[in-house]
């Protein structure tokens, strides 16, 4: 009934219920299981989402949003069917505006598509959490990665956005000027809402010129906590990398095998230098200097694009290393605590690691204090992903413990719901509240982030 | 009855209703009218808020926060009557953790507090509105100033806060941890939000290394959008100023007199450079380039740190020199539209400035597209008044046409309420259904934000 309604509204070639396509977006990239939509509908205007949001309501049927499908919570599962609204056709750059360091994109714009389009005028569009996901997705998670420790994360690069509500209004958050005391600050509080809150269907995003000159560099150390040392000691010296990253020997070996790389199997730290040529040269000059005097066993620096764009893709694939082994099933923490705190959660993580027989590695964004402890575990075997999940909740809770978060950068989706009591205690019901404030019928991507 | 109730509660040193201290907590700096109180309390502790809290909703009674007193729109005034909670006692520097860049405050330590007491540490809290407000009140109105062209807003600062909601509820929002993608970010809801959703305890903040090496430069242009023109130049070539100011004759004139100085009374550019030796150098030396080629009159840079601190010191006093005129009364707007929209709209505010027989000047945030237009007129001459009110109007109308915010560091308070309806459009209608949620007896800070 309600589809021949968006069929009606939408027209047919906006509207499928294809089995190749609710298959195709049945699931993210995550371990949570596939549930197949309904119906999906690719709206190609803000329009069309109203439109979508109206008959949805109507009829009372779930909406969970799809962007790229790279997330790694289950954020874009449609565990309730209904209607999944693909932001596939929603990828048109809307409005550029070079003299403001801005641009304005539909939510399915990838973060690749952009940055191809602006890098011929000089600019760069930095956020950078490895996948090629789709700009929405990326607002919707509060997405970041490995160039967060300069660049932040989405909340800190949206300047508006354009939202449908559930209820089919279309409202805009923010403004076009870098800063605003004005009103209470709803961008933050869509960003990361998981699409729990409304559908964005616009954002304008504050971009940066693409650096000079950039250096990339590596160094080992005999233990993981004297990486997560070293990176703290070129933090506390102000040294504005824009790239800092750990790797834990397990994680270099499986990505060596992957990609066929010769990285040394130790633990390691990887930067990236960037900016005027001067300045980055006396950068990469102190961090040496720091790394040298801590004990690190070595230093490799250069300029070359070619080594660098090697070392960063075989960055990216460390998780894809891990994920894309026949017959295994694998996920990762995402935990983010205060720097002093590193040194110990990984060192802990890696003793969980070591002391149970499963096969993983932890790597991550050292200067933000987030890191992936991952884990790989036979398919089918209930036994080994029991512990997986255990090392999982054990880490999450010392992360707490401590000050932290259960997520840096994934989102809560379907695998951190558990931890959001824990986390926010008495605001998860203020956070309640906006939700059934916004969305009544709780229609908005149901049964994500709250339990 | 409940001021009774308040002594038995708070005990009879914390809660006053002694004249001078009505008086004195009964208007900030705006020219916003005086209205008294009826009972100022003095809390230490997050538990003397939330009794405070208790008795207010009994008794269904105004809750105005009162900070340093330094705010320009109002926000501290007790238009309700009723209680306002001075942060003065809540003065303590809770947690400092020098590893994490971090400190935990409580919200009525006062900026230049936190720095004398973190400088000895080699840090510094950069966020720099001129006033030495309190930290509380900087959150409450989401304040930035001459260095948010580097560091952000307070939004961009804060790691996490304790709030003590209408009810008396303490809720903790955001984590100690730098990133979170965790559940809805209830910090930036929080930020901005001028005491009316909750009334803040704890704040902790990033901090930031005190950089090695420090230039400041000025150079004058001919025309005010030429000055405009080259500061956008200046961030379009990623160059990362730590301040960037632009000041008009008018005011340099206004402020010479003032404070005794003899800067050049024309259409100026102050720049601030921090970071490396080196990289500080070569920023300097690339902006000289810039500003030359773009035609200014002259350049002079320095490193001495007299001359420096006189002239951000000047830089501060130029809103005092407007304010503290004998006979006079004066506002300024606070307008922060897209980069490439300021050169013209510094020409139409110089214009309008013109045109009028109003005194006043421009200055301001070039870096953010942010720029205060002073409007000073006789005390008591509502011909005069209209005038300056009306050329406030026009220039937030165009500001919001353009892209803009009506306030982009003030804050909404009494001054900015007109507006919120035109910039926020149909989201007000979420930002009051918040407000009602979370204080659905409206006593905190009534009359502020919402008409």
């Not at 390691?268 to 300045?279: D, H, I, P, T, V």
């Not at 075989?314 to 290393?321: D, G, I, K, Q, V």
């Not at 089918?380 to 932290?404: S, W």
Request: charged share 20%; glycine share 10%; with cysteine.
């Amino acid at each position: 009934m309600y589809i021949d309604k968006l069929v009606e509204s939408l027209g047919e070639e906006k509207v499928t219920q294809n089995k190749t396509e609710l298959t195709r977006h049945s699931q993210d990239e995550s371990m949570h299981s596939a549930v197949k939509p309904d119906v999906v509908c690719f709206p190609v205007t803000t329009e069309d989402v109203v439109e979508i949001m109206k008959i949805a309501q109507t009829f009372n049927i779930a909406v969970t949003p799809f962007g790229a499908g790279s997330g790694l919570e289950g954020q874009a599962n449609p565990v309730n069917g209904g209607i999944v609204i693909s932001t596939e056709g929603m990828n048109q750059i809307i409005e550029f505006r070079a003299d403001d360091l801005a641009v304005t994109v539909q939510p399915g714009v990838t973060r690749l598509t952009l940055n191809k389009y602006i890098n011929h005028y000089g600019m760069t569009f930095p956020i950078d959490p490895g996948a090629d996901a789709s700009i929405g997705g990326m607002a919707a998670t509060n997405a970041s990665g490995t160039t967060a420790v300069r660049y932040g994360s989405m909340t800190d690069q949206i300047l508006k956005m354009t939202i449908v509500l559930a209820d089919g209004t279309v409202v805009t958050t923010g403004t076009k000027a870098k800063k605003s005391s004005s009103g209470y600050h709803l961008n933050e509080l869509f960003i990361g809402s998981e699409g729990t809150l409304g559908f964005i269907t616009e954002l304008t995003l504050t971009l940066h010129g693409i650096p000079e000159e950039i250096i990339f560099a590596r160094c080992t150390f005999k233990t993981p906590s004297l990486c997560a040392e070293a990176a703290q000691s070129v933090l506390l010296s102000g040294i504005n990398v824009r790239r800092m990253e750990f790797v834990d020997p397990n994680t270099i070996k499986r990505v060596n095998q992957y990609g066929g790389y010769t990285y040394p199997e130790k633990y390691s730290l990887f930067f990236e230098f960037a900016g005027m040529k001067q300045s980055v040269e006396e950068e990469a000059f102190f961090t040496e200097e720091i790394m040298r005097d801590l004990g690190c066993e070595n230093w490799e620096a250069a300029k070359d694009s070619k080594d660098r764009e090697e070392l960063w893709k075989a960055r990216h694939e460390m998780s894809y290393a891990f994920r894309h082994v026949q017959g295994y099933d694998a996920f990762s923490s995402d935990v983010c605590v205060p720097l002093s705190e590193l040194p110990t959660m990984i060192h802990f993580a890696t003793d969980l690691l070591s002391k149970h027989a499963i096969k993983g590695g932890i790597f991550g964004h050292v200067g933000d204090g987030n890191f992936h402890t991952m884990l790989a575990f036979k398919h089918g075997n209930q036994e080994e992903r029991d512990i997986a999940l255990k090392i999982n909740d054990q880490v999450v809770d010392r992360a707490l413990q401590v000050g932290g978060t259960c997520t840096g950068e994934h989102g809560v989706g379907l695998g951190k719901m558990d931890f959001q009591a824990k986390e926010h205690g008495n605001s998860l019901k203020i956070m309640k509240g906006i939700k059934q404030l916004v969305d009544p019928q709780g229609i908005l991507n149901p049964g994500k982030i709250f339990k």
